[in-house]
């Protein structure tokens, strides 16, 4: 955005490249201040605006113009906007290859690697799988494979004999076996009396089977930001858990360990909540394992950074080890039903 380039980042870069030159512009979602707690001060302009300005900028001075649109469903409105030749867009975790108004616009959905072309092709790979295509894709997967050695993410941590789905479809739309091992990891590291996973921080990809290792698991939840046990009282729990409910309606956003939720669907109200098999009790008060994320962004309201006790690191440590302990040999049917 315009604002933030003029002091700390170039608002375009040009790249002199064997095909020639190529100019590249970045733009970000808006909703960035209220979803990234170290950004809460960002001004960020309107991203449409911004791609059509610094496209234009461009085009004149580069072969190709290429723009990176981490704005999910705003990413189509930037690539029709721009006057670029190719926009790759972030932020949603949907696979998206189409072309608006005459710019190709492509995501790779929750991982992966996509080779496209100006001229309109494109081809999805899942990196970890072996190169079948030209000398590029074979680049591309090479190198992606260095970096995660040198990372320390190809260490196997487990084994999965049960094969675990982490498309989208699954993790949003219920009880999901990968929401029950993250909210055991939050309540297991913590010793808290609930661990809760805010489903939209799981990240969809291929199937977890077989070996599993450090970078497999930390995909599932790539962020840096830290585990805390919350001390919350049984009003505001039960309004926080109400807020992952309903936050969308075609999403499911609850996954907990040590409590049961009976959700009316109907009625938009729980029939029952349970805590350690007792019902959730609003005059009494409740320890609570999550993402820091929880507490100092607005996604649930009813839970507060005043409400901290403790802190744990960085959150996907704790999937990493509650995995090598077996964690990811959970199942469903028994934590959230929607009557």
């Known amino acids: 955005h315009d604002t933030l380039a003029e002091t700390a980042v170039d608002t375009t870069r040009l790249f002199e490249t064997a095909g020639g030159r190529v100019g590249v512009f970045g733009v970000t979602t808006a909703e960035l201040p209220s979803i990234t707690p170290a950004a809460a001060d960002v001004a960020v302009s309107d991203p449409v605006a911004t791609a059509r300005r610094a496209s234009t900028r461009l085009r004149d001075r580069a072969d190709y113009v290429v723009g990176l649109s981490h704005c999910g469903a705003v990413d189509e409105r930037v690539a029709a906007a721009a006057d670029a030749d190719l926009v790759l867009g972030g932020h949603r975790h949907d696979r998206h290859a189409d072309t608006h108004d005459g710019t190709l616009l492509v995501r790779t959905g929750g991982g992966g690697v996509v080779e496209a072309t100006v001229d309109g092709a494109y081809t999805f790979h899942d990196p970890a799988g072996s190169p079948s295509g030209g000398s590029g894709q074979t680049k591309v997967a090479e190198t992606y494979a260095r970096v995660q050695e040198r990372l320390g993410l190809t260490a196997v941590v487990a084994t999965v004999e049960r094969p675990i789905q982490r498309d ?37 990809g291929p199937l977890l089977a077989g070996a599993v290792t450090t970078g497999d698991v930390i995909s599932l939840s790539p962020f840096g930001n830290r585990l805390v046990t919350l001390s919350v009282p049984g009003a505001r729990l039960r309004a926080g858990l109400r807020a992952l409910c309903t936050a969308r309606p075609d999403h499911w956003f609850l996954s907990v360990s040590g409590g049961r ?79």
Do not use: K
């Not at 091992?181 to 996973?197: K, N, Q, V």
């Not at 929880?294 to 990493?320: I, K, M, N, W």
């Open 168 to 204: 989208a479809a699954t993790i949003t739309g219920g009880e999901s076996r990968l929401g029950n091992f993250a909210a055991d990891a939050y309540r297991r590291a913590t010793d808290a009396a609930l661990g809760l996973m805010h489903n939209g921080s799981l990240r969809a």
């Open 261 to 339: 939720v009976v959700w009316d669907s109907t009625a938009e109200r729980f029939a029952s909540v349970t805590v350690d098999g007792d019902p959730l009790r609003d005059d009494r008060t409740y320890t609570v394992a999550t993402q820091e994320y929880l507490v100092d962004t607005d996604a649930v309201t009813a839970f507060r950074p005043d409400q901290v006790e403790s802190f744990h690191g960085c959150q996907y440590d704790h999937l990493t080890d509650h995995a090598r302990r077996g964690g990811l040999a959970v199942g469903v049917g028994d934590r959230i039903e929607r009557v």
